[in-house]
């Protein structure tokens, strides 16, 4: 079996920063790309980050970039993200999402195209106030 659990969500003011994690079991870790994903209230969902099996490459959706950053821990079988100068927009449920595609992705391009992010964590609540 897969699993995903989300942790670190929380209520954060404007500017602030958050750190998410997502705990991986059932698959060998360092062989699948990985996202994480959000979805704000009365909006469809949006990939927000993704990162390669082996770290080397990464995507970011335009509206995180230089503010979030993904990374992982293939030892600990762990991705996470850090959020900082978060803003009311980045209010949203967050999941990581594993890509079972098999493939060895190596570009950004291809890390925000996939739609073979086949398993998904519950997600954590991320609430960014004034």
């Known amino acids: 079996q897969v699993h995903l659990v989300e942790s670190g969500g929380g209520l954060v003011q404007v500017g602030g920063s958050l750190s998410l994690s997502c705990a991986v079991s059932?698959?060998?870790?360092?062989?699948?790309?990985m996202a994480w994903f959000r979805r704000a209230p009365g909006k469809d969902r949006d990939i927000v980050a993704a990162?390669?099996?082996?770290?080397?490459?990464?995507y970011y959706a335009d509206s995180v970039k230089g503010r979030f950053t993904i990374s992982r821990d293939n030892a600990r079988e762990t991705v996470s993200l850090q959020m900082n100068s978060l803003k009311p927009e980045d209010t949203a449920v967050y999941y990581c999402a594993l890509d079972d595609s098999g493939l060895k992705i190596t570009t950004p391009q291809a890390l925000g195209i996939m739609r073979s992010y086949d398993y998904w964590g519950q997600g954590t609540q991320v609430t960014v106030s004034s």
């Open positions: 059932g698959r060998t870790f360092s062989e699948h790309s």
């Open positions: 990162i390669n099996w082996r770290g080397t490459s990464t």
